[in-house]
């Protein structure tokens, strides 16, 4: 290769070729010797400068062609794509990393437009960029879109783009393409990630707040925000216990503290009055990479209505225990009332009807059928089944309790009567009403103070068009009210709002369960009645009880005199375990002209019917008895007599219900204390029914 000398050179070669010109004319021989071997000097000392500045010259050729060399392989082989672009946005030139993002030989890239390898839905971003960078100067920030392969592949990329000087009146364009892929998926899962964590946190029913080391808000939920009423962030900033107790220190209990303390999880039932709301309350640390503990999550769960669901459970399960308690207790009381009636009846009618001592038990009498009642009622409370109600007019009840009532309240307590006779008929138990009277007046004269006051009974007939009332079931129309007014110490709206729950009260140790007036909203509740209380601190207390009216008033039928009963002269056989029982039933039957066969044992009835089952036209049994119960004796007799009538007595069985016992065949069931009238009745009514 003929290399062109340089500048130095050149100018040495014509200094040299001038100066031969001049001594052209001067012929070689008119020069002496010493000038010629000067300028033959010279010319050589030229041709060594010359030939070094060759070499040197050679020399920066071949470090340039390395550099050259070494420029084409850090632009072909560099990270990142390069293209320079025209005016028009053709690629003009392009490195080997672009070619590959795009998927196509590089020779093919030349005098293509980029454009064409920008995903369709990022066009618009591109050109908008192209617009700034023009409008700019030549510099913009870093675009983030998505290119498209030749394969139809995708991919996200970064573009930075320069503007070059007009060289020659052309401009051109530079670009870095970065393929950013991995780093875009990346932060969209963490995106994805933080978006489903906002959800799920902003999802959670919980009230949870994230705190910091000093019980402040940071962040609140969805569900915090709902409870407190406020805008998304309006939480932020301010403190656990500002927000919930309202107060400027920490609650007692809180779990927070004890969190912070030992950095473990702590859970606590806090009740807020503020709020009227019980919270269970649970916290837990959120640690830092140093392991730190920088931030506490504070969860509360609402459970006030989970309380009081408990508190409900946790009542039913008394009144379960109420009503086994009752039912332990129920046969063996039934047995004693039942002989005191059956006794004290014989009595009554063995004296005379203007005596003293008739009208004495008479009282007997009366007060054993309301404990044999209530003993029913109490059962019948316990077990939540319906009552056996009949039409009746209530103000004699209500004078009857009256008078006894009389007699066990303190003297010091006035009872003020205003009884209207007319007030009407009702459909209920009298015994429930009797109920009713003996809990509102025992409860008034509780809160009379010191026992002086006075007490205000009244019953009257009341027209009601609208019904203000949250049972669902009281409809409007003519209704008995019953009311209890007293001069006691009153009380407020809040204690007012739990007088009727269970064991609930205000008294002092000894002078009540809690039970009264529970049980008197039951029953009105089952009568589709609704009560009414007013009261105020200081000015005593007013109970009105409302019971749906009868359109017709129904009197009580005045009681069957004996001789009246219908008797007969049929074999009855009696099996009781209770001897005394035995002798009253036998007493009894026998009085109507019965013959009566009795016994205490069962398998003994048992062997009579199997050896003289012919001899008996109706067996009357008791449940509860050893060895064999009353059902299982009455299906053993039914074996060997199926046509053999038989009646069932029974103070208390969890055992067997009525329409259990008639589907084995018994005619009747009957519920112990049986008085010498029902019992005649029955009797008479199975035997004809043969």
């Not at 050259?68 to 392989?73: G, I």
């Not at 209890?484 to 110490?489: A, L």
Request: net charge negative; hydrophobic share 35%.
């Amino acid at each position: 290769m003929v290399q062109r000398p340089s500048e130095p050179a050149q100018e040495l070669r014509q200094r040299a070729e001038e100066k031969l010109r001049e001594s052209e004319d001067t012929s070689l021989e008119t020069q002496s010797s010493e000038a010629a071997q000067q300028l033959l000097h010279e010319l050589r000392v030229h041709q060594v400068e010359l030939e070094m500045q060759n070499e040197e010259l050679r020399r920066s050729q071949h470090d340039v062609e390395v550099l050259r060399a070494r420029y084409f392989d850090l632009y072909n082989l560099a990270p990142v794509g390069y293209l320079t672009l025209s005016e028009q946005g053709l690629i003009i030139e392009a490195n080997l990393t672009s070619a590959n993002l795009l998927g196509v030989a590089r020779g093919e890239l030349v005098k293509r437009p980029l454009s064409h390898f920008i995903f369709s839905e990022d066009q618009d971003r591109y050109y908008l960029y192209r617009k700034q960078l023009t409008e700019t100067g030549g510099r913009t920030d870093i675009c983030e879109l998505r290119m498209v392969r030749t394969d139809g592949s995708l991919f996200w990329a970064y573009l930075q783009a320069i503007s070059v000087p007009e060289i020659d009146g052309v401009s051109e364009c530079r670009i870095v393409i970065s393929d950013c892929t991995r780093q875009k998926l990346a932060e969209i899962e963490v995106r994805a990630s933080k978006e489903l964590w906002e959800k799920t946190f902003d999802a959670m029913p919980e009230i949870i707040t994230i705190q910091d080391k000093n019980m402040c808000i940071v962040r609140a939920n969805k569900a915090a925000c709902q409870f407190f009423q406020v805008e998304p962030g309006e939480l932020n900033g301010k403190y656990c216990y500002e927000v919930f107790a309202g107060t400027s220190t920490p609650c007692l209990r809180c779990p927070v503290l004890e969190t912070l303390q030992d950095r473990t999880e702590h859970s606590a039932v806090i009740t807020h009055e503020n709020l009227g709301k019980i919270f269970n309350i649970s916290s837990a640390v959120i640690p830092a990479e140093n392991g730190n503990v920088n931030y506490v999550v504070h969860v509360v769960q609402d459970i006030t209505e989970q309380k009081k669901i408990e508190e409900e459970l946790a009542q039913a399960h008394k009144m379960e225990a109420m009503g086994t308690l009752a039912g332990g207790i129920a046969h063996d009381f039934n047995n004693i009332l039942a002989a005191i009636l059956g006794f004290s009846e014989f009595v009554k009618h063995e004296l005379p009807e203007e005596s003293k001592a008739r009208q004495d038990i008479e009282q007997v009498i009366s007060s054993s059928q309301r404990a044999a009642e209530l003993v029913k009622q109490i059962l019948t409370f316990s077990r939540k089944a319906d009552q056996q109600r009949y039409p009746f007019e209530p103000h004699l009840i209500i004078k009857e309790a009256l008078k006894m009532l009389r007699s066990i309240l303190p003297t010091t307590i006035a009872i003020e009567e205003h009884i209207d006779p007319e007030s009407g008929s009702i459909l209920a138990d009298p015994t429930s009403i009797h109920q009713i009277m003996v809990n509102l007046c025992t409860n008034a004269s509780h809160a009379i103070e010191n026992e002086k006051g006075t007490l205000r009974v009244s019953l009257s007939r009341k027209e009601i068009q609208k019904v203000d009332s949250v049972e669902s079931d009281v409809a409007p129309g003519p209704f008995v009210k019953l009311s209890i007014q007293d001069t006691g110490c009153g009380m407020d709206k809040k204690t007012m709002a739990r007088i009727f729950e269970p064991y609930f009260t205000t008294k002092e140790t000894g002078k009540g369960s809690g039970l009264g007036l529970a049980v008197v909203h039951g029953i009105v509740k089952t009568l589709h009645g609704f009560i009414e209380v007013e009261s105020e601190p200081g000015k005593g207390t007013t109970v009105s009880v409302y019971i749906p009216a009868l359109d017709e008033v129904t009197a009580i039928s005045p009681e069957t005199e004996l001789k009246d009963l219908p008797g007969g002269t049929e074999r009855i056989l009696v099996i009781d375990d209770e001897p005394i029982l035995v002798s009253l039933n036998t007493k009894m039957l026998e009085r109507f002209g019965y013959r009566v066969t009795a016994t205490t044992s069962s398998r003994e009835a048992l062997e009579k019917i199997r050896t003289q089952g012919d001899d008996f036209d109706l067996v009357i049994t008791d449940q509860t008895m050893p060895n064999l119960s009353g059902a299982e004796l009455a299906r053993e007799i039914l074996d060997i007599r199926p046509d053999m009538p038989i009646i069932l007595c029974s103070g208390y069985s969890s055992l067997v219900t009525e329409e259990e016992v008639l589907a084995l065949g018994i005619k009747k069931y009957t519920m112990k204390p049986v008085n010498i009238r029902t019992l005649a009745k029955i009797v008479r009514e199975v035997l004809d029914s043969k």
